[in-house]
């Protein structure tokens, strides 16, 4: 059997819910903003950077649209140092985040992004970080081909891109119906395919029944 990387189900816990909203507000990011979020690895080796910026510039007279890339990597500083070279003041980079700001971020992002290089691991699997949007109920926009790519047009639960352009075509175009529809079946994916409580413990009924489909044997060769 084949069975998915899978994520929990967010728990925010609500005690933190001021200091996480002052941590983003401090940082540019509120709740009217059209957000876009990204959270991993900041190294040039697994994301393509490129046309997000692209897309940024585009939209740089939209005051609601924000590019945030939380996280860590070997190239944050150097894409930080090339986004105010060109003026992108929407596209903030506030790395490495805590379990509280992220489930914050996400529940307040209309889109989860997944800009990966196309390598051959990433096209041939769905990666780790779409399925924890999905556990959020938030849509999609990726720039991978393959897997990825096949499951967000089945289940309509986001859009690839390949440029700038196309991505900012994407956000222009979207209206209100189609999103809550992204949003509502990233939500229904989620829990038939994604949601780690039913995922593993279905892997661990799986392993279980190996072990004792095994014990079993050997138990009959030894009798025989």
């Known amino acids: 059997q084949a069975f998915y990387l899978a994520y929990p189900r967010p728990n925010f816990e609500s005690e933190k819910s001021e200091e996480t909203k002052a941590f983003w507000s401090d940082k540019g990011i509120k709740k009217q903003k059209f957000i ?4 991993g690895a900041v190294s040039l080796n697994k994301v393509d ?12 007279e939209n005051a609601e649209v924000m590019f945030v890339i939380a996280g860590e990597g070997d190239d944050r500083e150097h ?4 986004a105010e070279s060109l003026g992108l003041s929407n596209v903030c980079f506030p790395g490495w985040v805590n379990k509280h ?24 699997s769905i990666p780790n970080k779409p399925i924890e949007y999905l556990a959020n109920s938030l849509p999609i926009l990726s720039s991978l081909k393959g ?3 096949e499951l967000l047009l089945k289940e309509s639960v986001g859009y690839s891109y390949n440029s700038g352009e196309s991505l900012v075509e994407l956000v222009d175009k979207l209206d209100e119906s189609t999103y ?31 072990a004792a489909n095994h014990q079993a044997d050997i138990s009959n060769s030894s009798l025989s």
């Not at 950077?49 to 939209?59: Q, S, V, Y």
């Not at 939500?187 to 279980?208: M, P, Q, T, W």
């Open 147 to 149: 897997e990825l790519s």
């Open 180 to 210: 809550n529809n992204l949003v509502a079946n990233s939500g229904r994916l989620f829990s038939e395919r994604f949601c780690a409580e039913d995922v593993y413990s279905r892997f661990e009924i799986l392993l279980s029944d190996i």
């Open 49 to 60: 950077i490129m046309p997000i910026f692209r897309a940024a510039e585009l939209l740089k």
């Open 101 to 124: 700001q992220i489930n914050y971020l996400l529940q307040n992002s209309k889109f989860g992004l997944v800009p990966l290089n196309n390598r051959v691991d990433y096209i041939a």
């Open 36 to 39: 876009i979020s990204y959270i």
């Open 79 to 82: 894409l930080i140092d090339q």
